[in-house]
């Protein structure tokens, strides 16, 4: 069974780069498709999709933070991560990681981290 396990700083200051680390056992981030995505609930409001990478190692990015929002992944160590620069308070969040199947199966969620951006 895969499991997904995020990992990351938990606390950043303002207008620094975050970089959170999605680790994946029991499956191949390359496995034919399948596509990892990255979501985030900021305390009190709905979740948000931020952005995904698939097996082919293309990604896509919410069109709200394309701009200072990136995913890569690592074959090797079978993990994926996601760069956000410029952050801000409004990005204090649980971040989450997780796995779909082509076709909107969303069968595999990390336990989340908590990402705080503060002075």
């Known amino acids: 069974q895969v499991q997904l396990r995020e990992s990351g700083p938990g606390l950043v200051k303002p207008s620094q780069t975050v970089s959170l680390t999605c680790s994946v056992s029991?499956?191949?981030?390359?496995?034919?498709?399948?596509?990892w995505h990255w979501i985030r609930q900021p305390p009190g409001k709905g979740l948000e999709w931020m952005g995904l990478?698939?097996?082919?190692?293309?990604?896509n990015c919410s069109p709200f933070l394309k701009s200072r929002t990136s995913i890569s992944r690592d074959t090797f160590k079978n993990e994926f991560t996601l760069q956000m620069s410029s952050v801000t308070p409004e990005d204090t969040a649980v971040y989450y990681c997780?796995?779909?199947?082509?076709?909107?199966?969303?069968?595999?969620w990390g336990q989340g981290t908590q990402v705080t951006v503060s002075s």
């Open positions: 997780l796995r779909e199947y082509a076709g909107g199966r969303y069968d595999s």
């Open positions: 029991g499956g191949s981030i390359t496995a034919t498709n399948y596509f």
């Open positions: 990478i698939d097996y082919s190692g293309d990604s």
